[in-house]
């Protein structure tokens, strides 16, 4: 034991495997990695975001420097490319902010260049996406001073350029879009303002409201690739249009536009325009060719895409336009109209003079392939027998949008038209021995001399059929109820009513000699010529009839002739009606086909010395043939040549041409006429042409 010695109090002390020294290395290590860390963190930030970028566009990004301040992530110099070079952004700066689940972007001296047909149409969404990462659900876009270029097609020459665009944008994840921009349209060394504008909408969310007071049209060339439209001069003014997610709608004015259509230069084109989310149209454009008035009026509904339609149109539009091409093409020309008159329908109607002589042509240029669209005929009283009617008042009866007069008939007493008539897929009269037409389902046209086929088979007996609702007779033929009126006496005549069993079997109720009137009803007729001797009353026949050729699926068809064209070639009709018509200068109507399918139905006009003296036969072959037909066939002709179509603002159809007798719409017997299931026009609402000076006959007059 030890006492008075003194115990000293116990220090801490450090393990012998880790010094003191060692210890403060690691502290100034992590000092100098918490100070690196955020002296890269800009830098590491920078790459992330430039990737990520490069990601959203489909391309290559590139950001000079980044910093923070204000509570913003600045970006400096950024430059954004799309794959292919279609889409590039250019800015001096970029700041981008998230506060409450939006991405707000500020632009500083932004410069954008877009190719329309080339960026794709994911493009939004990716934008949207690369908000998503940042944990926003929208855009909010601060825009100063920046400019936009557009074009179709990367690496264009041609270009749309605004400038000086300022203001507020903002885009949220539904779609839905909102701005309050100002910017300006260059052209040359001038600018003209617009303003884009949110406005509130009647569903209430907001549309954008684009107005300008003047824009010239000339730039807007750059948009378009196709030869069949180039801008060369004009303005737009008073431009008012509302962009929503379903499209522009909305007003312009044209003014003194001139432009190449259909490579044909057309100048002084002025009027307003409305357009609409799926088309355009106008009341009257009023325009020139050289010093050819010209006038437009109508409107499309098939736009699909906007900027496919700065491509090729549209179907409705190109048809327009290639009726003008054709039309205005044409020799000695001294006026033109052009109507859209239904879908798949373009309507033109123009005048020429060639050597003193004044012509005056109605067109029709059909789709066949319009879903929308459908031929028929009409016939007066819905009997062979009737009163007659005009094709104005069978295009009215039934809805029809277009058509022209059909067969010739017997004018004045029975108006029995004197060939094939088919009505809805049912044949109400057999042919005669000359040309007709018959048009199936798909709106395909066959041209033959068409004669019946079937017969009536009582036991082993056979009865050859040789005409449908004809009366008097020869042969053999069927009658049905559509006849319409009581069976003439006539000689060495026996009808046999019948009843049906169903399929094609039948029981004969009677054998009636045709010496007094019998009424029409469902019967075999049998005259001087067929076979004897006949099925008794009572005896059970088997009865089938049709056309031969034979056209499936058939809808629709008319007498009429003669065959005017064929293959390309004038075709002398050995079976022609009426052939002293031939060389004598007369009213004509005709359904042509072209060779890529479409159909063409065109009239002359006759006896009119101050408007039109009509052609020839082989005068009217050639004009069609200047339009592209190939095969022709025309109707009845002289003061029965009728057109009918429904003029843009209208309800009905309406009588377009001017008739030979003296300007009255003669009485005749049935029409080849067009249907449209297609909505009727919403965007014009008043006549744009006014009808030719054509009296209508008033009712029960012939």
Known sequence: MTIGRRVAPARASFPRRFPKRTLTIVLIILAVLVVGFFAARDPIERSYLQWQLGQTVGGDAAIDGLHHGDGATILEGVHLQSKGGAFTLDADQLDLQVVDGVLHLRAHAPRVSAALDSVQGDEAQRLRDFGGWLGAHALALEVQGGTLTLARGAGATQTLAFENATGTARLDADGTFGADLQLALRDGGATYP??????????????????????PLTPFSALFVSDRLALTAGVARAVDLRLDAGGPHGTLALADVSANLGGVALHS???????????????????????????????????????????????????????????????????????????????????????????????????????????????ADDHIISRGARTSQLADRTGAVAGVNGDYFDIGRTYEPQGLLMRGGVLLRGPADREALVIDKHNHVTFAVFRMRG???????????????????????????????????????????????GGDRYRVVSALPATAPIPAQLGVAFGPKANRPLPRPGDVVTMNYGLDPAVPDAVAGVGGGPLLLQNGEWYEDPKAPAPAERDVRWAVVALGTLSDQSLLLMTVDARHPERSMGMTRPEFGDLLRSFGVTDAMALDSGGSVTMVSRAPGDAAASLRNAPSDENWERVISDALLLYSTAPPGTLVTVRATPLPQARIVPPGSK
């Not at 106008?282 to 409107?299: K, M, Q, R, W, Y």
């Not at 002589?357 to 109605?362: H, K, N, Q, T």
């Open 269 to 379: 084109l002025s009027g307003q325009v409305t357009v609409a989310p799926d088309g355009v149209g106008a009341t009257l454009l009023t325009g020139a060719v050289g010093a050819i008035p010209v006038n437009f009026s109508g409107e499309v509904h098939d736009v699909h895409s906007w900027p496919a339609l700065l491509d090729d149109g549209t179907p409705d539009l190109r048809a327009v336009v290639r009726l003008f091409g054709d039309v205005a093409t044409q020799p000695a020309v001294s006026w033109m109209t052009f109507e859209t008159t239904a879908p798949g329908i373009a309507y033109g109607q123009y005048g020429m003079t060639l050597a003193d002589i004044p012509r005056a042509v109605s067109v029709l240029l059909i789709d066949p392939a319009e879903p929308t669209l459908r031929f028929d005929t009409a016939i």
């Open 455 to 501: 017969a009536v088979v009582d036991g082993t007996r056979r009865y050859g059929i040789t005409q449908l609702n004809s009366w008097p007779l020869e042969d053999t033929t069927v009658i049905t109820p559509d006849y319409g009126a009581d069976l003439r006496p006539a000689d060495g005549v026996t009808f046999e009513p019948l009843v049906a069993l």
């Open 194 to 215: 617009i303003v884009l504008r949110s406005q509130p909408a009647d569903a209430g969310a907001a549309d954008v409201q684009l107005t300008a007071n003047e824009l």
